[in-house]
């Protein structure tokens, strides 16, 4: 990525309190902007047609349909953002990646594993800024 690429994300969360946490750690790491947070999964699916992210970090518990439903949604389009889901209970992990997700970061884990898995995904894809950053005004 180079100096001017930022890394759109969109965080989904039904706690407040984390969504702030998540936005508090990513503010910090360089590259990257948080453009949207949703509560429930269809708001996240609205936001995630209208703001085109990067990434989105999903939790795994997230309110309104099964998480799952949105990585298998995300297969029938043709644009798919990178998916980290984040859950409170680890035994999720191997359901989680056979759903689609692209990482998965336990709650419990200290907040340096999540920047480790964002950072593994960019490298891997070489994903960074999006054309809907100049069309959206950010």
Do not use: C, H
């Not at 100096?3 to 936005?23: E, Y």
């Not at 035994?91 to 594993?113: C, I, Q, T």
């Amino acid at each position: 990525m180079n100096q001017d690429t930022k890394t759109r994300i969109i965080v989904a969360d039904a706690d407040q309190r984390v969504r702030s946490a998540l936005r508090i750690l990513l503010q910090e790491e360089p590259g990257l902007v948080v453009v949207g947070e949703s509560s429930d999964l269809p708001s996240l699916m609205a936001q995630v047609a209208e703001l085109v992210p990067d990434l989105v970090l999903l939790d795994w518990e997230l309110p309104g349909r099964p998480a799952a439903a949105i990585l298998v949604a995300q297969t029938t389009i043709d644009y798919r953002p990178m998916i980290i889901v984040f859950s409170a209970r680890p035994e999720s992990e191997e359901a989680v990646l056979a759903a689609g997700a692209d990482a998965f970061v336990s709650k419990g884990d200290p907040p340096e594993a999540l920047l480790s898995a964002f950072r593994r995904l960019t490298q891997k894809s070489g994903k960074g800024v999006n054309d809907q950053e100049q069309k959206t005004g950010d």
